[in-house]
T-cell receptor, first 116, second 112 residues
Framework: GENVEQHPSTLSVQEGDSAVIKCTYSDSASNYFPWYKQELGKRPQLIIDIRSNVGEKKDQRIAVTLNKTAKHFSLHITETQPEDSAVYFCAASKGTSTGTASKLTFGTGTRLQVTL | SAVISQKPSRDICQRGTSLTIQCQVDSQVTMMFWYRQQPGQSLTLIATANQGSEATYESGFVIDKFPISRPNLTFSTLTVSNMSPEDSSIYLC?????????FGSGTQLSVL
């Protein structure tokens, strides 16, 4: 089955700096790669996702890049703020031909701390 | 995105007992998933619950321990049976909408 590795496990940055979290996946059939943010005691929240036919996607201060050949994808957060502090999970799935949701395999998580 | 209600939000149970967790969605969804998140860990898929068919369990999870019901397109239950302290986790239901998955608020289970 799919295996998703995520690095680093913890990341501390100063407010205003950029943060990068990297993931690799094993199954070349995977074609959908979401990122979730989980604050303490709360549910995981989808923050951005990318499909295999796209190399990069941006949404304000966050962006995701995908390298299908190398089977890795990354989350980039620019101009970090204290409210970005949370645990971030990458995930991968094969999707379906009809575009409906498919099960996700999650990475191990990155605890991001943004310090003042 | 769909509104996903999960209950109970938390419970403390004695070993050997069972707990049923409910997941209610405000719209019809084809795919529902149950995940477990052990303390400080990532999310692990327990099973996929499809309406009108048996749930599909992932390796390491069995129906006798985690029976699932999916009576219609807006509701599912997960039962944690014959609980032990190792079952102490957060259990999350997740629903799919056009490839994206969204999570319920979770059930924090502590087994004494």
């Amino acid at each position: 089955g799919e295996n998703v590795e995520q690095h680093p496990s913890t990341l501390s940055v100063q407010e205003g700096d950029s943060a990068v979290i990297k993931c690799t996946y094993s199954d070349s059939a995977s074609n959908y790669f979401p990122w979730y943010k989980q604050e303490l005691g709360k549910r995981p929240q989808l923050i951005i996702d990318i499909r295999s036919n796209v190399g990069e996607k941006k949404d304000q201060r966050i962006a995701v890049t995908l390298n299908k050949t190398a089977k890795h994808f990354s989350l980039h957060i620019t101009e970090t703020q204290p409210e970005d502090s949370a645990v971030y999970f990458c995930a991968a799935s094969k999707g379906t031909s009809t575009g409906t949701a498919s099960k996700l395999t999650f990475g191990t998580g990155t605890r991001l701390q943004v310090t003042l | 995105s769909a509104v996903i209600s999960q209950k109970p939000s938390r419970d403390i149970c004695q070993r050997g007992t069972s707990l049923t967790i409910q997941c209610q969605v405000d719209s019809q969804v084809t795919m529902m998933f149950w995940y477990r998140q052990q303390p400080g860990q990532s999310l692990t898929l327990i099973a996929t619950a499809n309406q009108g068919s048996e749930a599909t369990y992932e390796s390491g999870f069995v129906i006798d321990k985690f029976p699932i019901s999916r009576p219609n397109l807006t509701f599912s239950t997960l039962t944690v049976s014959n609980m032990s302290p190792e079952d102490s986790s957060i259990y999350l239901c997740s629903v799919g909408g056009e490839e994206k998955l969204f999570f319920g608020s979770g059930t924090q289970l502590s087994v004494l």
